[in-house]
Structures are given as structure tokens and as C-alpha cells.
């Protein structure tokens, strides 16, 4: 079933493409982390996302969640590293399968720990098959992941339909936190073409020409959170939303 904040992004994105701020509560606690979704909020970005850092404890976490949804109207999301990163204090969890690990853990079988918490903390699972791209950075490192190469079209096609066909009602390509540059453009096209559910888009995007690059390619969710890590919501972030407006309202 889908649940309430699902529902708000699908109308959101029946207007056009989206974006979700990134914020880590590792680096930036609870106080910092409202002061970042509150300027964010105001710079038009759609959600917040709470994540980042392996290790993140669940009182950080609820910290961070609790200021943040004092601060915003937006929805507050769970960026997941673990079943150590849920908190009643947000409102979803992108229940992610990481589908390019060699490491059922990610695939699946901390999912099945995790799933009668995320029930019992009242938190909406948003099902997303997450894919790590070439770089991959540190995500790739940790997640144990077979990276999906940057010309390799095909096999991120083959993960993202069967991402669809499984049921996961989101896919996610991940360069990685940091990563010199995003996701191809031809990548996110040939991706976008045989899907049928949002295309969400992040790591190493820095600026408003890469994002317009990937929104004309077919990204409808872009995530950005490194940039506001090294400059708050500055210039490049303000670049970035700037694309989104234009792609949402021309």
C-alpha cells in the first residue's frame, strides 16, 4: 500500500521533476541540520533526506529527524546505512535493496531485520532499487558493490527494470557522495527509456549545468548533499533548484 508521503511525491512529481536535500546528521546535528532544511525548504527543494555516514546512532538520527520536521513542512526520509539509522522521529525510510552488492546483507537479509522495526517505529517504507555506478565512492566501497560501469547501458537497464518488475516503486542511480562527476547522461537516458516508475539521480552533482544535463536525459528526482556539506545552501545548490523550477514550470 502505498503510504501518505509516497502519495505526496507521485503528485509532486505529476508536475514535474523533483529534488531532496541530502543532510548527513553525522556532520550536521540536529541544530545544524534544521538550519540546512529550513534554507533549503525556502530554495524550493521537495524533501529532506536524513543519511550519509555509516555509523550514525539512533539518537543522532532522532535528533537530527525531530529539529528538522520542527523546522520544515517538507517530508523527512531516512537515507538508510542500517536498521541503526531508523527513528520514529521521521516519517519514511527509503527501504532500499542494493541491487549491485555482493553482499546479501544489502540485497536483502537486513531488510527482513529491519522490516518489523521500521513497522513498529510507525515509519512509511518507500521500496527503491538502489544502483551503484561507477565511480561509487565510498558507498561502493562499503556496500561491497560490483560496480555498474559507465558505458555499461545494458546491465543498468537489465537492474532497473528488474528493480520495476520486483515490485520497488523508485530506482536510484548513485555515483556516490563526492563522486568527480555524475551519473552519464547517456546512462540516465537509456535508463529512463524502459522505465515506467521515477528515476531518482544523485552523487557528484555540483552545479546547474550538470543538473539541466541530467533532467533533459530523464532524471525526475535529483539528490544532492555534498555540496551543502562544503558551502551550505549557496550558490551551486541555488543553481541546481533553479533547473528544477525550469524543468518543473519552464
Known amino acids: 500500500m502505498v503510504g501518505a508521503v509516497e502519495q505526496h511525491l507521485q503528485s509532486l512529481l505529476a508536475g514535474g521533476p523533483i529534488h531532496f536535500t541530502l543532510i548527513d546528521p553525522e556532520k550536521s546535528p540536529g541544530p545544524r541540520a534544521a538550519a540546512i532544511a529550513r534554507a533549503a525548504a525556502e530554495a524550493g527543494s521537495h524533501a529532506i533526506l536524513l543519511g ?37 522521529e521521521a516519517q519514511a525510510v527509503l527501504f532500499m535493496s542494493m541491487l549491485n552488492s555482493r553482499n546479501l546483507g544489502l540485497v536483502i537479509r537486513t531488510h527482513a531485520r529491519a522490516a518489523p522495526v521500521v513497522r513498529r517505529l510507525g515509519l512509511e517504507p518507500i521500496p527503491m532499487g538502489y544502483l551503484v555506478v561507477a565511480p561509487g565512492m565510498r558507498v561502493g566501497e562499503v556496500g561491497e558493490a560490483d560496480l555498474v560501469g559507465r558505458e555499461e547501458f545494458e546491465q543498468a537497464q537489465g537492474y532497473a527494470l528488474a528493480a520495476e518488475m520486483l515490485g520497488m516503486r523508485f530506482v536510484y542511480l548513485e555515483a556516490g557522495s563526492g563522486a568527480p562527476s555524475p551519473v552519464p547522461l547517456p546512462m540516465v537516458r537509456a535508463v529512463r527509456s524502459v522505465l515506467s516508475i521515477p528515476l531518482v539521480v544523485g552523487g557528484g552533482i555540483r552545479s546547474g549545468a550538470e543538473a539541466a544535463g541530467l533532467l533533459a536525459a530523464g532524471a525526475q528526482v535529483l539528490v544532492t548533499g555534498t555540496i551543502t556539506e562544503a558551502e551550505g545552501i549557496g550558490p551551486a545548490f541555488q543553481s541546481i533548484l533553479k533547473e528544477v523550477r525550469h524543468a518543473r514550470h519552464g
Open 52 to 88: 550519509g555516514s555509516t555509523g550514525i546512532s539512533p539518537e543522532g538520527m532522532g535528533e537530527a529527524a525531530r529539529q528538522v520536521r520542527a523546522a520544515v513542512p517538507l517530508p523527512t526520509i531516512i537515507f538508510p546505512e542500517g536498521p541503526g539509522s531508523l527513528t520514529a
